[in-house]
């Protein structure tokens, strides 16, 4: 089963852009469809956007609508989360997520490969 290590995570101000990366451990990788999620302390983990496998579909959570763009390389098996005009209520671990299944969206259970996460703190 192929591990997930996402990184770009930071401390920005509000306002500002970051790009998160999701890349599978391993040479010998699968190129599946993938998401975002993101958990903020005391609160669940909540999804974010989501990509098929070949980079044709994607889907947004409306936090995510028009400030976050998801899309992968396959050549590399990577996924980015370019996430724009950023506020503090982003602030989250940011995790990314593999699925066989195709384009499931937010269907958490669904997921079968997940990265340890990234840090995304924003500050007024």
């Known amino acids: 089963q192929v591990q997930l290590v996402e990184s770009g995570g930071g401390l920005v101000q509000a306002g500002n852009s970051l790009t998160l990366l999701c890349a599978p451990s391993i040479h010998n990788f699968n190129n599946y469809a993938r998401a975002w999620f993101r958990q903020a302390p005391g609160r669940e983990r909540e999804y974010v956007a989501a990509?098929?496998?070949?980079?044709?579909?994607?889907n947004y959570a409306d936090s995510a609508k028009g400030r976050f763009t998801v899309s992968r390389n396959n050549a590399n098996g990577t996924v980015y989360l370019q996430m724009n005009n950023l506020r503090p209520e982003d602030t989250a671990i940011y995790y990314c997520?593999?699925?066989?299944?195709?384009?499931?969206?937010?269907?958490?259970?669904?997921?079968?490969?997940w990265g340890q996460g990234t840090q995304v703190t924003v500050v007024s």
């Open positions: 990509i098929n496998w070949i980079g044709s579909l994607t």
């Open positions: 997520a593999e699925t066989k299944r195709g384009l499931v969206g937010p269907e958490i259970g669904k997921y079968d490969s």
